[in-house]
């Protein structure tokens, strides 16, 4: 049906005018984070399976370019949705490998964690990014009896990750080096596939010298 712009214009102008509209209404695939509406850290990390990392990556990348919004991220590790928990602090530990700093301000709450939590995801993560802070030597004593405990966790990668984060404290802390070694050995023995797996990795640096 003509309209009345379509008269005034000619047809090769109202064609024209009909593309701009569909295109107007058409949604935006593959919009990101910062192409959207801001949405609430935890609305975009909850939802779907268990076995996936949901939008994580993206929240990483979000905060890294937004450093403003990385408390946000954080408050997110409380979350009553284990599926927010666990992506959230997927999310932190690859924002905080890039830029440790991130994770200063908030080191009280994040030690308070460690001892707190019990979700196997949440404890993996934390593992990775507690050695990332800059610990005192008490500190770093109580976050390694935490780590000491994981090792006898049901979960074999919670046992790794406790294994691997024990090796990372020792970096700054000498007297943790023959214990670190010892339980290197352990694993080599009797850990599970992924325990040695990490084990033999972790020998490596150690013969050549922590870097």
């Given at each position: 049906m003509l309209r009345i712009a379509d008269i005034r214009n000619g047809p090769e102008s109202a064609a024209a005018t009909r593309r701009r509209g569909d295109a107007a209404r058409r949604p935006r695939l593959g919009a990101t984070l910062n192409?959207?509406?801001?949405?609430?850290?935890?609305?975009v990390l909850g939802g779907g399976d268990r076995r996936s990392i949901g939008r994580s990556n993206e929240v990483a990348a979000l905060v890294l370019a937004h450093r403003e919004r990385f408390s946000e991220l954080i408050a997110c590790l409380w979350s009553d949705d284990p599926l927010v928990?666990?992506?959230?602090?997927?999310?932190?530990?690859?924002?905080?490998?890039?830029?440790?700093?991130?994770?200063?301000?908030?080191?009280?709450?994040?030690?308070?964690?460690?001892?707190?939590?019990?979700?196997?995801?949440?404890l993996w993560h934390l593992a990775q990014i507690i050695p990332r802070l800059s610990l005192?030597?008490?500190?770093?004593?109580?976050?390694?009896?935490?780590?000491?405990?994981?090792l006898k966790h049901r979960g074999s990668l919670v046992k790794t990750a406790g294994l691997q984060a024990l090796a990372d404290l020792s970096r700054h802390d000498a007297g943790l080096r023959s214990e670190v070694m010892e339980r290197i050995e352990a694993a080599l023995r009797t850990g599970t596939p992924a325990m040695k797996a990490r084990a033999r990795n972790l020998l490596k640096d150690f013969q050549g010298g922590l870097r």
């Amino acid at each position: 049906m003509l309209r009345i712009a379509d008269i005034r214009n000619g047809p090769e102008s109202a064609a024209a005018t009909r593309r701009r509209g569909d295109a107007a209404r058409r949604p935006r695939l593959g919009a990101t984070l910062n192409q959207m509406p801001r949405p609430s850290l935890a609305a975009v990390l909850g939802g779907g399976d268990r076995r996936s990392i949901g939008r994580s990556n993206e929240v990483a990348a979000l905060v890294l370019a937004h450093r403003e919004r990385f408390s946000e991220l954080i408050a997110c590790l409380w979350s009553d949705d284990p599926l927010v928990r666990m992506r959230a602090a997927d999310a932190a530990e690859k924002a905080s490998a890039q830029y440790p700093a991130l994770l200063e301000p908030f080191k009280a709450e994040l030690l308070g964690l460690l001892v707190e939590a019990d979700q196997q995801e949440l404890l993996w993560h934390l593992a990775q990014i507690i050695p990332r802070l800059s610990l005192s030597a008490g500190e770093r004593q109580r976050a390694a009896g935490i780590f000491r405990s994981l090792l006898k966790h049901r979960g074999s990668l919670v046992k790794t990750a406790g294994l691997q984060a024990l090796a990372d404290l020792s970096r700054h802390d000498a007297g943790l080096r023959s214990e670190v070694m010892e339980r290197i050995e352990a694993a080599l023995r009797t850990g599970t596939p992924a325990m040695k797996a990490r084990a033999r990795n972790l020998l490596k640096d150690f013969q050549g010298g922590l870097r």
